[in-house]
């Protein structure tokens, strides 16, 4: 099966569901954490050496202003209208050299949200392995304030992208049952791409939509989610165990 790159993207304005989805997703990254302590070794600089870049850490929890920084036009699901209306408020609009969509420069930026590491005990894509779910709190830019967004850095300087994360026939299905809960509970327009646009909703929308009339909509929130993380356990038990079966033959 050959990998895939998983998209998403999402435009939250309110502070309060904000802080209840990064709540959620935080009891994912420390999940995912403890799987991934299991067979990390200490980092250690020894006695006389230059000191050595520590690893990034498994969960960066994001709040600070930075800039200068430019952003993405493609953040949005229209990077047309984004840019459109990045030129009636005045700000720069770059044409990047080469391949590229084109990008919005503001001075600064304040960034809160949460970027961690996704378990995978193959260890295939080092560096794309990670999800974020920060946003971009822009008030001054009502277009650009509540946007998921990556921080990158690329040519020196500091750019917001789409979050991304590659994946290989492992935790495909499962990004589909967290992105489905994630737009039917909390962010009404997240959107997200695997191999077909909102791949999976669907079927995911049926079953919350059953167990939220049964069982009413706050109780139904925590319990999707106490599966999402279920299920995520599933998958890295099997894998670790497929992982360490091909080690031994």
């Not at 802080?19 to 009891?27: A, F, T, V």
Request: aromatic share 10%.
């Amino acid at each position: 099966m050959r990998s895939v790159n998983v998209l998403w993207k999402g435009n939250c304005r309110d502070p309060q569901i904000r802080y209840r989805l990064l709540g959620y997703l935080h009891r994912l990254a420390r999940l995912s954490d403890s799987y991934l302590r299991r067979g990390e070794r200490p980092f250690l600089s020894l006695v006389g050496e230059e000191p050595m870049t520590p690893p990034r850490a498994n969960i960066e929890t994001i709040d600070k202003t930075i800039g200068p920084i430019l952003i993405s036009s493609l953040i949005g699901p229209h990077p047309e209208t984004l840019i459109a209306r990045a030129g009636e408020a005045g700000l720069a609009v770059i044409e990047p050299r080469g391949e590229g969509p084109p990008l919005i420069a503001l001075d600064e930026v304040l960034l809160r949200g949460l970027d961690f590491k996704l378990f995978d005990p193959r260890g295939l894509y080092p560096g794309d392995d990670r999800m974020s779910f920060v946003f971009l709190e822009c008030p001054e830019h009502h277009f650009l304030d509540g946007r998921l967004v990556e921080i990158t850095e690329k040519d020196g300087a500091l750019h917001l992208l789409s979050p991304s994360i590659h994946l290989h026939s492992y935790l495909e299905d499962w990004t589909d049952c967290l992105f489905a809960w994630i737009r039917f509970f909390l962010v009404g327009d997240f959107w997200w791409q695997r191999r077909e646009e909102l791949q999976g909703y669907g079927d995911y929308r049926g079953v919350f939509e059953q167990l939220q009339t049964e069982r009413g909509s706050a109780e139904a929130e925590e319990a999707t989610f106490d599966a999402v993380l279920s299920t995520f356990s599933q998958h890295a038990e099997h894998t670790i165990d497929q992982v360490q079966s091909l080690a031994k033959a």
